[in-house]
Protein backbone atom coordinates (compact mmCIF):
# COMPACT_ATOMS: atom_id res chain seq x y z
CA UNK A 1 0.00 0.00 0.00
CA UNK A 2 2.58 2.53 0.08
CA UNK A 3 3.97 1.62 -3.03
CA UNK A 4 0.67 2.59 -4.55
CA UNK A 5 0.26 5.90 -1.96
CA UNK A 6 4.13 7.06 -3.51
CA UNK A 7 2.32 6.37 -7.50
CA UNK A 8 -1.15 7.73 -6.59
CA UNK A 9 -1.72 11.42 -7.75
CA UNK A 10 -2.22 14.18 -5.16
CA UNK A 11 -5.94 14.09 -6.23
CA UNK A 12 -6.74 10.53 -6.51
CA UNK A 13 -8.76 7.98 -4.92
CA UNK A 14 -7.41 4.65 -3.87
CA UNK A 15 -10.63 1.90 -3.22
CA UNK A 16 -10.06 -1.36 -1.58
CA UNK A 17 -12.66 -4.27 -1.80
CA UNK A 18 -12.90 -7.45 0.92
CA UNK A 19 -15.60 -9.02 2.11
CA UNK A 20 -16.48 -10.04 5.97
CA UNK A 21 -13.54 -12.04 6.30
CA UNK A 22 -10.88 -9.18 5.64
CA UNK A 23 -12.22 -5.96 5.07
CA UNK A 24 -12.49 -4.82 8.91
CA UNK A 25 -8.56 -5.51 8.98
CA UNK A 26 -7.62 -4.35 5.81
CA UNK A 27 -9.17 -1.31 6.93
CA UNK A 28 -6.66 -0.04 9.35
CA UNK A 29 -4.10 0.27 6.78
CA UNK A 30 -5.07 3.57 5.10
CA UNK A 31 -5.59 4.94 8.35
CA UNK A 32 -1.95 4.39 9.17
CA UNK A 33 -0.87 5.90 5.99
CA UNK A 34 -2.36 9.15 6.21
CA UNK A 35 -5.01 8.21 3.47
CA UNK A 36 -8.89 9.47 4.50
CA UNK A 37 -10.97 7.37 4.25
CA UNK A 38 -14.05 8.87 2.42
CA UNK A 39 -16.79 5.69 2.33
CA UNK A 40 -17.45 2.55 3.07
CA UNK A 41 -19.40 1.36 -0.29
CA UNK A 42 -21.82 -1.54 0.40
CA UNK A 43 -22.08 -3.88 -3.29
CA UNK A 44 -25.25 -4.94 -2.82
CA UNK A 45 -25.28 -8.21 -5.19
CA UNK A 46 -28.64 -8.41 -6.76
CA UNK A 47 -28.66 -12.09 -7.52
CA UNK A 48 -26.47 -13.53 -4.93
CA UNK A 49 -25.80 -17.56 -5.43
CA UNK A 50 -27.53 -19.91 -2.83
CA UNK A 51 -25.68 -20.45 0.23
CA UNK A 52 -25.12 -24.59 0.11
CA UNK A 53 -24.49 -25.52 3.93
CA UNK A 54 -27.84 -23.79 4.31
CA UNK A 55 -25.50 -22.47 7.74
CA UNK A 56 -25.64 -18.87 7.02
CA UNK A 57 -27.27 -15.89 5.85
CA UNK A 58 -26.78 -15.60 1.92
CA UNK A 59 -23.83 -14.11 1.52
CA UNK A 60 -24.81 -11.01 -0.72
CA UNK A 61 -22.62 -8.09 -0.17
CA UNK A 62 -18.83 -6.58 -0.36
CA UNK A 63 -17.71 -3.57 1.11
CA UNK A 64 -15.40 -1.19 -0.82
CA UNK A 65 -13.56 1.21 0.80
CA UNK A 66 -12.58 4.58 -0.65
CA UNK A 67 -9.60 6.74 0.37
CA UNK A 68 -8.43 9.78 -0.56
CA UNK A 69 -4.40 10.04 -0.97
CA UNK A 70 -4.26 13.54 0.97
CA UNK A 71 -6.44 14.76 4.01
CA UNK A 72 -5.83 18.26 2.55
CA UNK A 73 -5.64 18.06 -1.37
CA UNK A 74 -9.68 17.40 -2.27
CA UNK A 75 -10.16 14.38 -4.05
CA UNK A 76 -11.42 14.54 -7.77
CA UNK A 77 -14.79 12.78 -7.61
CA UNK A 78 -17.06 13.04 -11.22
CA UNK A 79 -20.11 13.67 -8.34
CA UNK A 80 -22.65 15.38 -11.34
CA UNK A 81 -22.11 11.88 -13.35
CA UNK A 82 -22.96 9.87 -10.12
CA UNK A 83 -26.25 11.68 -10.08
CA UNK A 84 -26.93 11.58 -13.85
CA UNK A 85 -26.61 7.88 -13.75
CA UNK A 86 -28.67 7.42 -10.51
CA UNK A 87 -31.67 8.67 -12.17
CA UNK A 88 -31.14 12.70 -11.04
CA UNK A 89 -30.56 11.87 -7.54
CA UNK A 90 -27.49 11.59 -5.27
CA UNK A 91 -25.69 8.50 -5.68
CA UNK A 92 -26.04 6.47 -2.44
CA UNK A 93 -23.23 4.43 -0.96
CA UNK A 94 -25.38 1.45 -1.52
CA UNK A 95 -24.60 0.12 -5.02
CA UNK A 96 -27.25 -2.28 -6.25
CA UNK A 97 -25.41 -4.35 -9.15
CA UNK A 98 -25.35 -8.14 -9.99
CA UNK A 99 -23.20 -10.34 -9.27
CA UNK A 100 -20.63 -12.10 -12.05
CA UNK A 101 -22.19 -12.66 -15.09
CA UNK A 102 -21.12 -16.18 -17.28
CA UNK A 103 -20.45 -14.04 -20.28
CA UNK A 104 -18.21 -12.13 -18.22
CA UNK A 105 -16.06 -15.24 -17.66
CA UNK A 106 -15.67 -15.86 -21.57
CA UNK A 107 -11.56 -15.96 -21.49
CA UNK A 108 -11.33 -18.35 -18.10
CA UNK A 109 -12.29 -18.13 -14.44
CA UNK A 110 -10.97 -16.53 -11.62
CA UNK A 111 -11.96 -17.28 -8.26
CA UNK A 112 -13.07 -13.63 -6.97
CA UNK A 113 -13.50 -12.24 -10.57
CA UNK A 114 -15.06 -8.64 -10.11
CA UNK A 115 -18.34 -7.98 -12.21
CA UNK A 116 -17.52 -5.03 -15.10
CA UNK A 117 -20.53 -3.28 -13.64
CA UNK A 118 -18.85 -2.72 -10.35
CA UNK A 119 -15.47 -1.64 -11.52
CA UNK A 120 -16.95 0.94 -14.30
CA UNK A 121 -18.86 3.01 -11.63
CA UNK A 122 -15.98 2.96 -9.45
CA UNK A 123 -13.95 4.08 -12.50
CA UNK A 124 -16.56 6.50 -13.98
CA UNK A 125 -16.97 8.15 -10.65
CA UNK A 126 -13.23 9.12 -9.83
CA UNK A 127 -11.16 9.33 -12.67
CA UNK A 128 -11.42 11.42 -16.42
CA UNK A 129 -10.78 10.26 -19.61
CA UNK A 130 -7.01 8.66 -20.39
CA UNK A 131 -6.68 8.69 -16.76
CA UNK A 132 -3.83 5.77 -15.47
CA UNK A 133 -5.17 3.20 -13.32
CA UNK A 134 -3.65 0.87 -11.30
CA UNK A 135 -4.19 -2.57 -9.74
CA UNK A 136 -1.78 -3.90 -8.19
CA UNK A 137 -3.55 -7.40 -7.14
CA UNK A 138 -5.47 -7.42 -10.61
CA UNK A 139 -6.35 -11.12 -11.04
CA UNK A 140 -8.34 -11.51 -14.32
CA UNK A 141 -7.92 -7.33 -14.74
CA UNK A 142 -11.67 -6.72 -14.73
CA UNK A 143 -10.16 -3.66 -13.48
CA UNK A 144 -8.11 -3.13 -16.98
CA UNK A 145 -10.88 -3.83 -19.43
CA UNK A 146 -13.08 -1.44 -17.88
CA UNK A 147 -11.00 0.91 -17.95
CA UNK A 148 -9.85 0.22 -21.61
CA UNK A 149 -14.38 0.83 -22.29
CA UNK A 150 -14.01 3.60 -20.81
CA UNK A 151 -10.91 5.02 -22.59
CA UNK A 152 -8.43 5.05 -19.67
CA UNK A 153 -5.08 3.38 -19.45
CA UNK A 154 -4.24 0.78 -17.63
CA UNK A 155 -1.31 -1.08 -15.58
CA UNK A 156 -1.94 -4.40 -13.45
CA UNK A 157 0.24 -6.62 -11.44
CA UNK A 158 -0.57 -9.80 -10.31
CA UNK A 159 1.54 -12.81 -8.58
CA UNK A 160 0.14 -15.78 -10.83
CA UNK A 161 1.16 -15.92 -14.95
CA UNK A 162 -1.83 -18.02 -15.37
CA UNK A 163 -3.64 -15.11 -14.29
CA UNK A 164 -1.47 -12.24 -16.16
CA UNK A 165 -2.43 -14.56 -19.42
CA UNK A 166 -5.73 -14.39 -19.16
CA UNK A 167 -5.67 -11.01 -18.64
CA UNK A 168 -3.99 -10.40 -22.09
CA UNK A 169 -6.83 -13.09 -23.42
CA UNK A 170 -10.04 -10.41 -21.80
CA UNK A 171 -7.89 -7.23 -23.51
CA UNK A 172 -7.29 -9.30 -27.09
CA UNK A 173 -11.24 -9.66 -26.42
CA UNK A 174 -12.53 -6.39 -26.65
CA UNK A 175 -10.42 -5.43 -29.59
CA UNK A 176 -13.62 -7.02 -31.71
CA UNK A 177 -15.37 -4.05 -32.20
CA UNK A 178 -18.83 -6.10 -31.84
CA UNK A 179 -17.88 -7.32 -28.42
CA UNK A 180 -16.85 -4.19 -27.41
CA UNK A 181 -20.09 -2.80 -27.90
CA UNK A 182 -21.89 -5.14 -26.54
CA UNK A 183 -19.90 -5.13 -23.49
CA UNK A 184 -20.27 -1.46 -23.12
CA UNK A 185 -24.63 -1.88 -23.60
CA UNK A 186 -24.41 -4.82 -20.60
CA UNK A 187 -22.91 -2.65 -18.42
CA UNK A 188 -25.31 -0.89 -16.09
CA UNK A 189 -24.18 3.26 -16.78
CA UNK A 190 -22.00 3.49 -19.60
CA UNK A 191 -25.46 4.65 -21.83
CA UNK A 192 -24.34 8.38 -22.19
CA UNK A 193 -20.36 8.21 -21.60
CA UNK A 194 -17.71 8.67 -24.05
CA UNK A 195 -16.05 5.10 -24.70
CA UNK A 196 -13.68 5.60 -27.01
CA UNK A 197 -11.60 2.27 -26.94
CA UNK A 198 -7.54 2.66 -27.07
CA UNK A 199 -5.86 -0.35 -28.56
CA UNK A 200 -2.14 -0.13 -26.97
CA UNK A 201 -0.45 -4.07 -27.10
CA UNK A 202 -0.29 -5.65 -24.35
CA UNK A 203 2.75 -6.00 -22.79
CA UNK A 204 3.89 -9.55 -21.02
CA UNK A 205 5.37 -10.49 -17.36
CA UNK A 206 4.44 -10.34 -14.34
CA UNK A 207 3.15 -6.45 -14.95
CA UNK A 208 0.76 -5.58 -17.76
CA UNK A 209 -0.43 -2.63 -19.32
CA UNK A 210 -3.31 -1.97 -21.75
C1 LIG B 1 -9.33 -10.69 -5.33
S1 LIG B 1 -8.25 -11.19 -6.61
C2 LIG B 1 -8.48 -9.91 -7.80
C3 LIG B 1 -9.61 -10.20 -8.72
C4 LIG B 1 -9.78 -9.14 -9.77
N1 LIG B 1 -10.37 -7.94 -9.23
C5 LIG B 1 -10.64 -9.67 -10.93
O1 LIG B 1 -11.71 -9.14 -11.17
O2 LIG B 1 -10.21 -10.64 -11.55
C6 LIG B 1 -6.68 -10.82 -5.93
C7 LIG B 1 -5.49 -11.18 -6.80
O3 LIG B 1 -4.31 -10.75 -6.11
C8 LIG B 1 -3.27 -11.62 -6.42
N2 LIG B 1 -2.26 -11.49 -5.37
C9 LIG B 1 -2.32 -11.90 -4.08
N3 LIG B 1 -1.21 -11.55 -3.42
C10 LIG B 1 -0.42 -10.87 -4.30
C11 LIG B 1 0.84 -10.23 -4.21
N4 LIG B 1 1.52 -10.22 -3.06
N5 LIG B 1 1.33 -9.61 -5.29
C12 LIG B 1 0.64 -9.60 -6.46
N6 LIG B 1 -0.57 -10.20 -6.61
C13 LIG B 1 -1.10 -10.82 -5.55
C14 LIG B 1 -3.92 -12.99 -6.52
O4 LIG B 1 -3.17 -13.85 -7.37
C15 LIG B 1 -5.31 -12.65 -7.09
O5 LIG B 1 -5.36 -12.88 -8.48
Redesign the pocket.
Known amino acids: MKGVRSKLKDNGTVWISGTFHNIFSIAQVPNELEFRILNAVTWVKTDPPPNPACRCFTHSSEIIIRARKNKKVPHYFNYELMKAINDGKQMKDVWNLPAIAPWEKSCGK?P???PLGV?SRIILSSTQLNAWIL?????????GIAANLLNRKFLG????ID?LEMSKRRRIEIDELAIFEEYKQKIQGFKDQECLSVHPQAECGQELQF
Not at 157 to 160: C, G, S, Y
Request: proline share 5%; no cysteine; glycine share 6%.
Open positions: HTQKLDPFTGSSTTIDKEF
